[in-house]
């Protein structure tokens, strides 16, 4: 059984699949419709996407898709580690602009639930580090929006990794009072 504990922003949640290891390595289901959905993950995942980033301290974020493309996000790390974050940007919610960590790792094998209404980011705290996931809506460009990483404004406390590598979309990326949020 998936072990879920809900983060300080409680939408937001970690989970870890049991892992059954044997002498020839382990086995783990990493999605179950019939567990997540018992756990409160309800949603239909319909994209799976794969990223590797070469060094540590590389950036990707804070990105989020807009309604109606807008995107719940299973987040998983299958090699290395990162500091995963997400940024409340509904803005009739009372967290407005309050952010959430977690370490999420290949060694503690564990996950982050995202929904939408939040921006996602990471840093990569090794290097190879390979973080698979899951979405609920198509990639689409139109809605596809970035937030800058370090506005002060939201002030998450990024781990000291040494220079960060961002995109060039996301060195260019408005601040959170600058971009199109949620209601
Ligand atoms: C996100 C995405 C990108 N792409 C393409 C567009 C571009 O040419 C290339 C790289 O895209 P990006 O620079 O946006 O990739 P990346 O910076 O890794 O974007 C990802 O960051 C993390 C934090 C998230 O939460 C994801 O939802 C996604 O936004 O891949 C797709 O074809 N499908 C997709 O779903």
């Known amino acids: 059984m998936t072990m879920v504990s809900p983060l300080s922003l409680g939408e937001v949640l970690?989970?870890?699949?049991?892992?059954?290891?044997?002498?020839?390595?382990?086995?783990?289901?990493?999605?179950?419709?019939?567990?997540?959905?018992?756990?409160?993950?309800?949603h239909e995942f319909v994209q799976d996407n794969h990223s590797h980033s070469a060094a540590k301290g590389v950036v990707r974020g804070l990105h989020y898709q807009l309604t109606?493309?807008?995107?719940?996000?299973?987040?998983?790390?299958?090699?290395g580690a990162i500091l995963d974050v997400a940024v409340d940007i509904r803005k009739s919610s009372p967290t407005f602009g309050h952010w959430v960590s977690l370490v999420v790792s290949a060694e503690k094998w564990n996950q982050i639930f995202v929904p939408k209404g939040f921006a996602h980011g990471f840093?990569?705290?090794?290097?190879?580090?390979?973080?698979?996931?899951?979405?609920?809506?198509?990639?689409?460009?139109?809605h596809d929006r970035s937030i800058?990483?370090?506005d002060p404004a939201i002030g998450i406390h990024w781990p000291d990794v040494g220079e960060f590598q961002l995109s060039e979309k996301d060195r260019n990326a408005p601040l959170l009072a600058d971009a199109a949020v949620f209601d």
């Open 14 to 42: 970690e989970l870890t699949p049991k892992k059954f290891g044997d002498d020839r390595g382990f086995f783990s289901e990493t999605y179950n419709h019939e567990s997540y959905s018992i756990a409160g993950i309800t």
């Open 68 to 79: 109606p493309r807008a995107q719940d996000k299973l987040v998983r790390v299958v090699r």
């Open 123 to 142: 840093v990569t705290l090794e290097p190879n580090t390979e973080v698979i996931y899951k979405v609920t809506a198509l990639y689409s460009p139109e």
């Open 148 to 150: 800058r990483f370090d």
